[in-house]
């Protein structure tokens, strides 16, 4: 089911700013004018934005309490607006002064992003097959091409995505220091470590640091909000064994880098990938294809996905990861090549290249 939320109100000045704000955010708004008629939208909206002039009757009802209502009135009545939310357990917007903030609350309780930053991720078809360090190249290549760039690591038990560009003593913040974080957060990017000037949030490896396996949906969609509106590109790099913060994750993005080992196992686990897939712009980077293994045409008729490039398996890429060195030192390398293609795939609002 589509996300939307329930409006309730007879106030016809308030309602059009209301449906105005909703129409911003892209959440599709359910309006009932009476107090009544809101008890089926109740449970399952993901916000419920109810008038004063409605306060009261809503009140009456004793639905049972949930997050994310907001209550909402002109800015000559906060009086009113102040005793109502407390027992409607809900948030006081007074309009217009708070449109801005409502627009970022609303967008947060549908998961939608709310920045115009570009959101990319790679996820590795199987095992083994190089999606960290494809992940690494295009958000290198990004940060050489003048974009504000950050990479987190969506795998918190991939064994830290800082240790390709060698930061793993690199002072700042890491998934730990993130486990609890809810709703709004400011920029990042001055807490995280950065090499050569991508912003790097990886999973942790200490042992007295709190387990970096507390990365959930909530902590994912607070730190994906902030990049987005503090980033021109995001990169995200998902692991195979998708999680509900990872179809969370893919369900935003501009573009999935889709990882498939140029073999007949590593075809027929990106076919059994492919399925759990949502519908958005997703694209297959072929590693290590060779003379007599799969076709990039089999590829492209096997998991309805285009091709976007081919990527050879280049010495120079795993003695770079073995040394800590960002994967892309020669432009020249397939992965190189392959990480700018990606780059050029995105929408333009970021201006890339």
């Known amino acids: 089911m589509d996300a939307y939320a329930a409006v ?9 700013q209301l449906l105005a704000t909703l129409a911003a955010v892209g959440l599709e708004p359910r309006v009932v004018a009476d107090a009544g008629a809101v008890r ?51 948030a006081v917007v007074p309009l217009p002064s708070a449109n801005g903030w409502l627009s970022t609350a609303l967008a947060d309780a549908a998961g939608l992003r709310t920045g ?39 795998d918190p038990l991939g064994g830290g995505i800082d240790l390709l560009f060698g930061a793993e003593h690199v002072d700042g913040w890491r998934w730990p220091r993130l486990a609890g974080a809810r709703g709004h957060l400011g920029d990042l990017g ?32 607070a730190v994906l909000s902030s990049t987005t509106r503090s980033h021109d590109l995001t990169v995200v790099d998902l692991p195979r064994g998708l999680t509900p913060h990872g179809l969370a994750t893919l369900r935003q993005a501009d573009l999935t880098l889709v990882i498939v080992r140029a073999d007949l196992r590593g075809l027929a686990a990106a076919r059994e990938l492919a399925g ?10 072929l590693r290590g294809r060779r003379a007599g293994t799969i076709s990039t045409d089999l590829v492209e008729e096997s998991l309805g996905l285009p091709v976007l490039a081919v990527i050879g398996d280049e010495t120079g890429v795993r003695l770079a990861a073995e040394r800590g060195e960002p994967p892309i030192r020669s432009a020249r390398s397939t992965l190189a090549k392959a990480a ?14």
């Open 340 to 353: 700018r293609a990606a780059l050029d795939q995105l929408p333009r609002r970021v201006a890339v290249g």
């Open 276 to 285: 759990w897939l949502p519908e958005t712009d997703c694209q297959v980077l």
């Open 40 to 90: 089926g939208l109740w449970r399952d909206a993901a916000a419920v934005a109810v008038g004063l002039d409605r306060a009261e009757q809503l009140v009456a009802l004793g639905l049972p309490s949930r997050g994310q209502v907001f209550l909402v009135g002109g800015e000559d009545h906060s009086s009113e607006l102040c005793r109502w939310s407390v027992p409607m357990g809900a």
């Open 190 to 221: 001055g807490q995280l470590p950065q090499v050569d000037q991508v912003d790097l949030l990886s999973a942790a490896r200490q042992p007295s640091s709190p387990r970096s396996t507390d990365l959930g949906p909530e902590q994912m969609k």
């Open 116 to 154: 115009d930053g570009r959101l990319l991720v790679v996820l590795g078809a199987s095992g083994g097959v190089g999606g960290s360090t494809c992940a690494a190249a295009v958000a290198t290549a990004a940060a050489a091409q003048g974009l504000r760039t950050v990479l987190v690591d969506g």
């Open 8 to 16: 309730l109100t007879a106030d016809e000045e308030l309602l059009d």
